[in-house]
């Protein structure tokens, strides 16, 4: 079946620093590939997405290259703000399935201080 | 964002009674979703309809009722819960076909006593 796979947090950070959140996933297939971010009290909202091998998803700063040699789609910042602080989520569609179910990561939680 | 919208936001009930959740979506989706999301657990899919049917149950306790009425709009019926059913309770919603990208409203947050 089809998994994802992400770092653990809590990630904390300065602010401006490089942020860099991995992820790998493991699916049959062609999935399209997505970040998610949380922010506190909210629910999910799409950060970026890519469809196939190579394209890069970028939004907000972030960015994220879909490799299907190695199976990631590792999400990068060069410099995060506060504002940052939130929830990050990696996920998978299988467009085969009805409805086309996503499969989420656990989320990995970064928190930036001033 | 207010293109999914989940109701209502907060919501504390005991065990023995009966409540419902409701979701609407104005995108001129077809596909509508909940999820589960527990502190400490992955996102736990519950539900999935396609255009009104539903194709997807994740062997989800009865007690969890679902009902999709029409295209925009999505409920969840809650009796005889337990405290450990206590979550956020999230919505989604996408296009379907070759879009995957799914919407997800701001959330219902469950307590149980």
């Known amino acids: 079946g089809n998994s994802v796979t992400q770092m653990e947090g809590p990630v904390t950070l300065s602010e401006e620093a490089f942020l860099t959140i991995n992820c790998t996933y493991t699916?049959?297939?062609?999935?399209?590939l997505f970040w998610y971010v949380q922010y506190p009290g909210e629910g999910l909202q799409l950060l970026l997405k890519?469809?196939?091998?190579?394209d890069k998803g970028s939004n907000k700063g972030f960015e994220a290259t879909y490799r299907k040699e190695t199976t990631s789609f590792h999400l990068e910042k060069g410099s995060v703000q506060v504002s940052d602080s939130a929830v990050y989520f990696c996920?998978?569609?299988?467009?085969?399935?009805?409805?086309?179910?996503?499969?989420f990561g656990g989320g990995t939680r970064v928190l930036v201080k001033p | 964002e207010t293109g999914v919208t989940q109701t209502p936001r907060h919501l504390v009930m005991g065990m023995t009674n009966k409540k419902s959740l409701k979701c609407e979506q104005h995108?001129?989706?077809?596909?509508m979703y909940w999820y589960k999301q527990s502190a400490k657990k992955p996102l736990e899919l519950m539900f999935v309809?396609?255009?009104?049917?539903?194709?997807e149950n994740n062997s989800v306790p009865s007690r969890f009722s679902p009902e999709c009425p029409n295209s925009s709009h999505l409920f969840l019926h809650l009796h005889t819960l337990q405290p450990e059913d206590s979550a956020l309770y999230l919505c989604?919603?996408?296009?379907?076909?070759?879009?995957?990208?799914?919407?997800f409203g701001p959330g219902t947050r469950l307590t149980v006593l």
């Open positions: 996920a998978l569609s299988d467009r085969r399935a009805a409805g086309n179910k996503l499969t």
């Open positions: 699916a049959t297939g062609y999935p399209s």
């Open positions: 890519a469809t196939k091998a190579d």
């Open positions: 995108l001129g989706h077809n596909a």
């Open positions: 309809y396609s255009l009104e049917e539903r194709v």
């Open positions: 989604a919603s996408a296009s379907g076909g070759e879009s995957d990208t799914q919407y």
